[in-house]
Structure formats: structure tokens, C-alpha cells
């Protein structure tokens, strides 16, 4: 039986979950806010460990990571379990299948070797929450980060210091899921009264484990569209994570009303100072912000590097941000 080390017990023998920010405090048969953790006689039972939900090979940009080795192919791998509530009632990989043959597994070493032999640059953990199967991500980024593949999450930033530290050795780039910047937009997207430190994480991560961030915001009319709350979500990502970061704004709704609330949020970010706002159009291409050249094409699924010389705009000099060595150093 597998039983975690991200705990903390308590002097009533009680344990305390430090996987994710609910840190729900577990005694013997409780289960977490997750549902995948559960209070054992010796310790946290991760009861998804080691369950795949999905395994594909992908353009990484895919997982609306634009600026993080453009054009290259990344094994996605995702477990079961999230730590919202409003995810556990809509997402897919809310609840581990109990038909049998659907619980499959995959071991961490086996899914590094499969990238490397399906040629892929990276393994990306995506599909579910990184902060429900921490011991298993750890696992994954630290084998395929021997294997010399770059890493990345797909996360809504819910995860503590602790798991941010154990995997921030291992961890190149973040696509993080920024549902509104106000207490009643995270309440009605996400089901959790306390957001905030989602933002302590990615400043973190950012700061000092230094890895890149793009950020995805999905507009919904009416709920997290809010002017006032989108310039201070704008502000936020220029000064603590860069003004080159990437925000993806996408419709979270169909219909007119959620396009209006795309093109007005990014008509604020670009007012903000972000110099990369992208939407949901295909085949958008990332221009210098100095000159307005061209610097990376994206058609049919398929990015190309074509205004860049080292880093930098080909016509101007301009120096880009992006992603593109796995020996970028890292303090």
C-alpha cells in the first residue's frame, strides 16, 4: 500500500494533506476535498497512484504553451482526480473508473522511455490536477528530466509551497488556469473561496525555480468579466510574472456575448502592457512587439521559428522571451 510523505500529523493523530491549498486534515477512513486521498492507520493512502486517465503525443502548443519549444511533440500523461469542486462535476477525469481494463497504469520510468523513442521533446502532465497526484508527478519529472526531455504542468496553481519546491528542480514550464481575479468569480468557477495563493504559487515558480508561464483565462459573461478585475489580473501578470508572459483568453461560453468578452479583455491586456495576448483564433502568429515582424508562424497546427536570430527579433534586435533550451539555467 502506497502512503505519501506530503503530510503533516497532528498531536490528536489526525493528519494534515499538504498536496494542495484545501490541506484537508484526514483521520483513519476520511476521505479528502479531492476524493482521491484518504486517511489511513499509517499515513495519507493516495488512492489514484500510479492510474493514468490518458496518455497522447501532441504539439505542445496544444496545451496553450506558445513560447516553450515552439513545434515540438510532447507526451501528455494525466491521472484522475481534481481539487475543485466545480471541476469534479464537470471534468473528465473527475472519478476513477470502476469497469474493469479502464484502470490503467503507467510507470513513471516507462512513460519517460516512450518519449524519448517517440521522439518527443517533453513530457507534459495534463487531464487532471498535478497537486491530487503529486508523488506520481514528482516520479515523471524527475525521470524524464534524466532522460534529458523538457517538463511542464497544466495547472489550475492550486498546489502548496511544498509539492511547488519538490518539483521545481525537475519543472521547465507552467500552463496555468487563471479563472477570474476576484472572491465571487473563483467561488462560481472553481467552488473555492481562498484563490489568492494560486498567484503565490506562480510568482514562486516563477521567481525561483524560474520557470516559464503562460497564462489561459476563459471568459464567461457576466461572472469574471468584471473591467476593473481583469486590469488588476493584467497588472498582476506584468509585474509578477513579466510583460512578455502569454495570456490566452478564450470563450468559456458559446455565443456573441462570451466573443465580446474575449476581444474586450484582450483590448485591456494590450492597453495593460502585455506584449503577447493571443485569443482563439486559428493560426496566429507572434509578432515583435518593437517592430511588429513576424517571428513565429503557426498554420494547421504546425509553428515555425522564422524571424529569430539567436534569441532575438531578426529586423530589430528585439529580445524575445521564449522558451527553447533545457539548459537554461535555473537557480
Request: aromatic share 10%; hydrophobic share 35%; charged share 20%.
Amino acid at each position: 500500500m502506497q502512503f505519501t510523505h506530503f503530510m503533516t500529523r497532528t498531536e490528536d493523530g489526525a493528519i494534515h494533506c499538504n498536496a494542495c491549498q484545501w490541506r484537508c486534515v484526514l483521520r483513519p477512513g476520511e476521505v479528502g476535498r479531492c476524493l482521491m486521498r484518504k486517511g489511513g492507520d499509517e499515513g495519507i493512502i493516495p488512492i489514484n497512484h500510479g492510474l493514468i486517465s490518458a496518455a497522447t503525443v501532441s504539439p505542445i502548443e496544444e496545451f496553450r504553451l506558445w513560447h516553450f519549444f515552439p513545434d515540438s511533440m510532447v507526451l501528455a500523461v494525466g491521472g484522475w482526480g481534481y481539487n475543485f469542486p466545480v471541476d469534479q462535476q464537470r471534468g473528465a477525469y473527475a472519478h476513477i473508473p470502476q469497469e474493469p481494463g479502464k484502470q490503467r497504469t503507467l510507470p513513471a520510468e516507462k512513460a519517460a522511455t516512450f518519449a524519448l523513442k517517440q521522439l518527443c521533446r517533453g513530457v507534459i502532465w495534463a487531464y487532471s490536477e498535478p497537486s491530487v497526484s503529486p508523488e506520481y508527478v514528482l516520479d515523471l519529472l524527475k525521470t524524464s528530466r534524466a532522460a534529458s526531455r523538457y517538463t511542464a504542468l497544466v495547472t489550475t496553481g492550486f498546489l502548496t509551497v511544498e509539492i511547488l519546491n519538490k518539483l521545481g528542480p525537475y519543472l521547465h514550464g507552467i500552463s496555468l488556469d487563471v479563472r477570474g481575479f476576484g472572491d465571487v468569480e473563483y467561488e462560481r468557477l472553481a467552488g473555492v473561496p481562498k484563490w489568492r495563493g494560486i498567484l503565490g504559487f506562480a510568482a514562486l515558480a516563477r521567481e525561483r525555480w524560474k520557470c516559464h508561464i503562460e497564462v489561459t483565462t476563459r471568459m464567461h459573461p457576466g461572472v469574471n468579466d468584471d473591467p476593473d478585475h481583469l486590469r488588476q489580473m493584467v497588472d498582476w501578470i506584468r509585474q509578477k510574472l513579466g510583460s512578455q508572459t502569454p495570456w490566452h483568453v478564450l470563450p468559456g461560453d458559446a455565443g456573441s456575448q462570451a466573443a465580446a468578452a474575449v476581444n474586450r479583455a484582450r483590448r485591456i491586456g494590450h492597453e495593460g502592457g502585455l506584449l503577447f495576448v493571443y485569443g482563439p483564433e486559428p493560426n496566429q502568429v507572434t509578432r515583435c512587439p518593437a517592430c511588429q515582424s513576424t517571428l513565429i508562424t503557426r498554420e494547421n497546427g504546425v509553428s515555425r521559428l522564422i524571424g529569430l536570430d539567436n534569441g532575438r527579433c531578426a529586423n530589430c534586435g528585439f529580445e524575445v522571451d521564449l522558451y527553447l533550451s533545457i539548459w537554461r539555467k535555473k537557480n
